[in-house]
């Protein structure tokens, strides 16, 4: 049997809020093979981040921990990696990309700087060779006047812009897996839909697989072939994204199905 790039194995996630433990994933399981795009859609709260969070080991013990289950990476469990091991990965062979530019960049630094960071990070290399990764990289995500991004700070450039950076920074370093948490849900819909586009051209430029997270089944009928619908925690529904559309057999994917007839673009 071919091992999967990812592959989630019963995984649980709680949060604490004071003495008491809020059930965020409950027994989730998944798999993403090369260069595929699987969907995961589900409403507000509903799980999305914190499964993104909880493959990436960004769950801080502070806020809760993983109560069970696997996260395999190329058949082995990141979850018992080192710290060592596991800096290899993320930023590396995982990129993620997050809703919120602002506070994924930081606002004191160039542009070109914290993309050259990004890549230092993983890969040393000498400054005139890092300048030129950047600059190609900013033409790769169809940034017009790459040199002038370059010298930019995150405020002189608009959203649809700072999104592209992001994905910049994400593909940087020429992941296997990009995670897409909610990647354009704060942007308006022409630049969405363009940030989408882009997202499926990299996808095959570089021979990326995409977890595509979003609280909007559109997106996800349009881009991806397989879907995972998450409910509180739980997944609900699973396949083919066609058929689960056509026939969805759970009351709360009709239920999801029925918001996008009425409203096209709600946003969470
Ligand atoms: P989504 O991304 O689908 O909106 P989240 O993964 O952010 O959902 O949240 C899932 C559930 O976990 C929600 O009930 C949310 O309130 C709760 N939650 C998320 N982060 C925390 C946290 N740091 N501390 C406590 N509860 C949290
Ligand atoms: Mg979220």
Request: with cysteine.
């Amino acid at each position: 049997m071919n091992t999967s790039l990812l592959e989630v194995k019963n995984l649980s996630v709680e949060y604490w809020r004071g003495k008491e433990k809020i059930p965020a994933l409950r027994n989730i399981s998944l798999r993403l093979n090369t260069q595929e795009t699987l969907g995961i859609v589900g409403e507000s709260g509903s799980g999305k981040s914190t499964l993104a969070l909880a493959i990436l080991r960004l769950i801080s013990s502070q806020e809760g921990r993983v109560t069970q289950g696997e996260v395999l990476w190329k058949g082995k469990n990141v979850l018992s990696f080192s710290f060592e091991e596991f800096r290899k990965l993320r930023g590396n062979e995982i990129g993620i990309v997050f809703q919120d530019p602002f506070s994924s960049l930081n606002p004191v630094h160039t542009l070109g700087k914290q993309i050259e960071e990004a890549i230092l990070v993983h890969n040393p290399c000498p400054p005139k060779e890092l300048r030129e990764k950047t600059i190609e990289l900013f033409q790769r995500v169809r940034l017009d006047d790459a040199e002038r991004i370059y010298h930019s700070y995150p405020h002189q450039i608009s959203g649809g812009q700072r999104q592209r950076v992001l994905i910049a920074m994400a593909i940087a370093n020429r992941p296997e897996l990009l995670i897409c948490d909610e990647a354009t849900t704060a942007l308006d819909v022409t630049i969405q839909k363009e940030i989408l586009e882009l997202l499926l051209r990299l996808q095959s430029e570089l021979k990326m697989a995409i977890l595509l997270i979003t609280h909007h089944l559109g997106i996800v009928a349009h881009y991806s072939s397989r879907v995972s619908v998450l409910q509180r925690g739980e997944i609900v529904e699973e396949g083919n994204t066609q058929e689960v559309l056509k026939t969805p057999q759970h009351a709360y994917t009709q239920e999801l199905l029925s918001s996008l007839v009425n409203e096209p673009n709600r946003r969470s």
